[in-house]
């Protein structure tokens, strides 16, 4: 409660900081300008305050202007969104645990709203509850005609979700250092949604056990996997396609 309360008083480019400890959520953390949210001890994950959804029907962050949000060294945990993006331009995540420990879905990150220029996630972990799988972990539906420019997901881990990277109206995605495993749905989804045609690069990266295609890429330009395991224990491996009404 602490925490959100101080969101409305917010001016572009300011620093919340959040000490260690549980705070609840009664509403959605709306925030209409880009700002920094620091948790803890920088660097050290130990000291990561936990914002808590006991109802799970609010989002964590509702994220509806500004140019730069920071999230850093939070755990965000059984939320109905742990982050909606509703028109904030750029978002970098670091050292952020998206955690549902329930039985009802959680989406880790959402989009349907205004264009966006960058999403970056570093070293963050979105982890779902193996007995029910339920929630995607970053979900970008292509609501707007380009949803984000570029994607940046590294050294990050998503296991037991549903599905794990879903990028409709994404124009580059690039995974490296990262491991997407055990999900209940699709590893990589990614496709062409309005007149985009996206791109993927991964490298050093392992997409494994997912109950769906490890990947599937339709109406892509380019797609380049560097040094990277793919292991399919149901579903297929790769599913690729280019751009067919290219001429």
Known sequence: ELAAGA??????????RVTRGTYYWDDDGELRVGAV????????????????DAANNYYGLWLRGGQRTVVRNVVLQNFYEGIDLDGVRNLAVEDV???????????????????????RIDRSEFIGN??????????????????VRVMLFQDSRIQYMSDALYMYGVDSLV????????????GISMSQE??????????HSRIERNRYYELDLDYMRRIVI???????????GLYLSGDYYTT
């Open 97 to 119: 645990k998206f955690l549902n420990t329930g039985q009802s879905y959680m989406y880790g990150i959402y989009h349907c709203g205004a264009d966006m220029d960058t999403i």
């Open 194 to 203: 309005y007149n985009e045609t996206p791109a993927l690069y991964m490298a």
């Open 130 to 147: 193996p007995q029910y799988r339920y929630g995607d972990a970053v979900y970008v539906s292509g609501c707007s005609q380009l949803a």
């Open 37 to 52: 949210i620091l948790g803890g001890t920088p660097g050290d994950t130990t000291t990561r305050p936990v914002f808590r």
């Open 175 to 186: 995974v490296l250092r990262s491991q997407i495993i055990d999900n209940g749905g699709y």
């Open 7 to 16: 969101f409305p008083w917010l001016q572009e480019g300011d620093t919340v």
């Open 226 to 236: 560097d040094t990277s395991v793919i292991r399919a224990d149901s579903g297929y």
